[in-house]
């Protein structure tokens, strides 16, 4: 059981990334798959969640308007799509299995840097 986060990189302010989560030894889909990030000096935060299902979408305030959460069934993995990046949103980026958003993790990823720096 895995999740291993990818797409992570340096990106000038304004600019765009998408993260990659994907899951082995389990099926993403049938439990939420949350996204956080802990910046440099700072405690670990949320940023958004999907449910299992796909039904609902949650995001913080931070992240609304500006970051979109997905799912690929096929490929078994969560996205997050980043845009009109901030340098405020420099930080290392986790994903996270848990049985509803909001609930405590079971699973975490490895982490990926995302630096937003000109």
């Known amino acids: 059981v895995q999740l291993v986060e990818s797409g992570g990189g340096l990106v000038q302010p304004g600019g765009s990334l998408r993260l990659s989560c994907s899951a082995s030894g389990f099926t993403l889909d049938y439990y939420a798959t949350g996204w956080f990030r802990q910046p440099p000096g700072k405690e670990r935060e949320g940023v958004s969640c999907i449910s299992g299902g796909g039904g609902s979408t949650f995001y913080s305030d931070s992240a609304k308007g500006r970051f979109t959460i997905s799912t690929d069934n096929a490929k078994n993995t969560v996205y997050l799509q980043m845009n009109t990046l901030k340098p405020e949103d420099t930080a290392v980026y986790y994903c996270?299995?848990?049985?509803?958003?909001?609930?405590?993790?079971?699973?975490w990823g490895q982490g990926t840097q995302v630096t937003v720096s000109s």
């Open positions: 996270a299995s848990s049985n509803r958003c909001g609930s405590s993790v079971n699973v």
